[in-house]
């Protein structure tokens, strides 16, 4: 069930035990005819996938959501909205989590936090990934917005930390978090869509973002590079400044160190 601010604004909840994958659900419904604003969830998933295709494991007891938005903004501008969904993981996440650390400047210390350009990670794990395709057709542009958030389990055969809700707050549950999520995605989204709205969700993306100062590596078509991350600009792309000077990425892989146990 969708809470009442989601209902209110014209959203509407499609619930599905078992597909392929909510993205292509989405894409399905939306060749079909459907008019946009719609969650489509799925208890389980038998082909989940994130970005670059790469599988994304898919057990119950998870969320997989897909957001299917119909001409929400000119082509363009649609990267913003991977910062939109971003902001509405991490305030439903704070939301159900217990004393959740504040946001604070740079992001250093925070127990829940966004790494450029989609993941929410708790403790530097990460717990949820986001996926945006945008498809042009017939004089309009639609939009999917994926969410697959680790509430209770997260896969132990990742590069990288994992974890999961449960992890940390045992009454964590996929209704809880889909309610919150819509709430947020309410709310942010309606920032975002009054003029200029994107520079009050850059600085609140910002003050939650993980390594924000800190020595990263991006993997990129071309190799990878190394630097220190100084921000996102006013379009949404990463600035890096390296010894060669300060450079702006449109799309990459995020890659930091893991910092030593204790």
């Known amino acids: 069930m969708l809470p009442d601010a989601a209902r209110a604004a014209g959203y509407r909840l499609i619930v599905r035990d078992a597909v392929?994958?909510?993205?292509?659900?989405?894409?399905?419904?939306?060749?079909a005819g459907e008019s946009g604003k719609l969650w489509i969830v799925a208890r389980e998933q038998t082909a989940g996938r994130g970005r670059h295709g790469r599988r994304w494991g898919s057990p119950p007891g998870n969320l997989y959501a897909s957001l299917l938005l119909t001409n929400p903004c000119d082509p363009a501008l649609a990267p913003q909205l991977g910062f939109v969904a971003g902001l509405a993981l991490h305030d439903a996440a704070a939301r159900l989590l217990p004393n959740p650390s504040p946001p604070q400047a740079g992001g250093r210390g925070q127990r829940i936090a966004l790494k450029w350009p989609n993941d929410l990670l708790i403790g530097r794990a990460k717990t949820a990934g986001l996926l945006l395709e945008g498809e042009s057709r017939a004089g309009r542009f639609d939009v999917v917005v994926g969410f697959g958030v680790n509430i209770a389990s997260c896969p132990d055969d990742t590069p990288y930390p994992?974890?999961?809700?449960?992890?940390?707050?045992?009454?964590?549950?996929?209704?809880?978090?889909?309610?919150?999520?819509?709430?947020?995605w309410v709310a942010r989204f309606a920032t975002w869509s009054r003029p200029g709205?994107?520079?009050?969700?850059?600085?609140?993306?910002?003050?939650?973002?993980?390594f924000l100062g800190e020595t990263i590596t991006l993997r990129l078509p071309e190799g990878e590079?190394?630097?220190?991350?100084?921000?996102?600009?006013?379009?949404g792309r990463l600035e890096l400044e390296t010894r060669e000077g300060r450079r702006v990425i449109d799309a990459g892989d995020l890659y930091f160190a893991t910092p030593p146990s204790p």
């Open 20 to 31: 392929g994958s909510t993205m292509e659900e989405a894409r399905r419904a939306l060749h």
């Open 162 to 184: 994992a974890a999961f809700l449960k992890q940390i707050e045992a009454q964590a549950s996929v209704e809880a978090m889909l309610a919150g999520l819509a709430d947020a």
């Open 197 to 210: 709205g994107f520079g009050p969700i850059r600085d609140a993306w910002l003050e939650r973002a993980a």
């Open 225 to 235: 590079l190394a630097g220190i991350f100084a921000g996102i600009d006013p379009s």
